[in-house]
């Protein structure tokens, strides 16, 4: 079956410093994927909808310079906290579908919980 | 606009049904889901009924349609405690459309 893979698992950084998360669809081509990110006891948050060769579309509320998304190929996409604070801290998952298979829906990913200090 | 509600908390005894409940409010959301989330990680898909369907059954689950009130529930038959998770109701318009999650119900098996 289809298979997303979140890296990495976990992250811990420092206030002020950059981290990126990379989603993968391991044995599918995906020309869109979503993130997500979920606080705690909270439902998932829609942060923005990724796009393959093409710029990301950012839900209301969300700081496109904050984080950024590149989706360079049908495999791949990053998910960038830029400048990170404390209150970035959270759990950020991605969801990816085969662009061949689409009545199956979407895979998501494990799932990358930044805590910054 | 689009949202989901569910409770947040649900408690049952290993072998009973439990049933999870789900309000939503766009009614021209096409597709309903029901995801299960494990501590600590992903979501994985339970099984997802179309709005021209009144239920949907596979193995233990049983979903359940109500379009004119907007209320979907998930029921799981004789519960065990590998059921013990977080239970999300979503919902799309579309099957490659955005997807808006509820709050979660974290189901809790009693021994």
């Known amino acids: 079956g289809a298979v997303v893979s979140q890296h990495p698992s976990w992250v811990i950084c420092k206030s002020g410093t950059s981290v990126k998360i990379e989603c993968r669809s391991l044995?599918?081509?995906?020309?869109?994927m979503f993130w997500y990110r979920q606080f705690p006891k909270q439902s998932l948050m829609l942060m923005a909808t990724s796009n393959e060769g093409s710029k990301a579309t950012y839900e209301q509320g969300v700081e496109k310079d904050k984080f950024l998304i590149n989706h360079a190929s049908l495999t791949l996409s990053t998910l960038t906290v830029t400048s990170a604070h404390p209150e970035d801290s959270s759990f950020y998952i991605c969801s990816a579908r085969d662009r061949d298979r689409v009545r199956y829906g979407y895979t998501f990913g494990s799932g990358t919980r930044l805590t910054v200090v | 606009g689009e949202d989901v509600e569910q409770s947040l908390f649900l408690s049952v005894r290993e072998g009973d049904s439990s049933v999870i409940n789900c309000t939503y409010t766009?009614?021209?959301?096409?597709?309903l889901y029901w995801y299960k989330q494990e501590p600590g990680a992903g979501l994985q898909l339970l099984t997802y009924?179309?709005?021209?369907?009144d239920m949907k059954q596979d193995q233990r689950l049983t979903v359940l349609l109500n379009k004119k009130d907007k209320h979907l529930s998930l029921r799981i038959a004789d519960t065990q405690t590998g059921d013990s998770a977080i239970y999300f109701c979503a919902e799309s318009m579309r099957r490659d459309d955005k997807i808006i999650f509820g709050k979660g119900t974290r189901l809790h098996i009693l021994p």
């Open positions: 009924i179309f709005s021209n369907m």
């Open positions: 044995d599918f081509q995906a020309t869109t």
């Open positions: 766009d009614s021209s959301s096409t597709y």
